[in-house]
């Protein structure tokens, strides 16, 4: 039926804020990102993927290791996100660094993504 195909697809639940972060230019963003899984299974951590990507392009990314793609860095801690915690960091924030970002949780055949705003405030 397509009731329980649907709710097969939905079985990642991603958990964002749903206000902006906001953060001071040359200080680190915080971007939280939770998931679960609905119903709740044993997390196979060779099969987990997780990335954030910005406009498209992929800031960092976590399958069986860390890639991190963006020149100024970014931080992502395996044991969290494990966890259900893919929260990053975005290290020494530009201008050029706002935006809306995904956060994007596939453990096949489930995959699930959230979307978090970075502005930029005045003050650090
Ligand atoms: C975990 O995922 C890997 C990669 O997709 C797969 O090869 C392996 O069989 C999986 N293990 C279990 C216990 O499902
Ligand atoms: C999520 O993980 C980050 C580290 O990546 C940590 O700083 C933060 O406190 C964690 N949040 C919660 C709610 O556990």
Same mark, same amino acid.
């Given at each position: ?26 200080? *680190? ?14 997390? *196979? ?9 910005? +406009?498209? +392009? ?5 399958? #069986? ?6 020149? +100024?860095?970014?931080?992502? *801690?395996?044991?969290?996100? +494990? #966890?259900? *915690? ?39």
């Amino acid at each position: 039926m397509t009731a329980s195909w649907l709710f097969l697809w939905a079985a990642v639940i991603i958990q964002v804020p749903s206000s902006p972060v906001q953060t001071g230019p040359h200080t *680190n963003a915080f971007l939280p990102c939770h998931y679960t899984f609905d119903p709740p299974r044993t997390i *196979n951590a060779s099969a987990l993927i997780v990335r954030w990507s910005l +406009r498209g +392009r992929t800031i960092i990314k976590l399958h #069986e290791s860390i890639s991190t793609y963006r020149p +100024r860095g970014a931080v992502l *801690n395996w044991a969290t996100v +494990r #966890e259900g *915690n893919a929260s990053v960091f975005i290290t020494d924030v530009r201008g050029d660094d706002v935006g809306v970002y995904t956060c994007c949780v596939s453990h096949p055949p489930d995959v699930a993504e959230g979307k978090v705003t970075l502005k930029l405030g005045g003050k650090g």
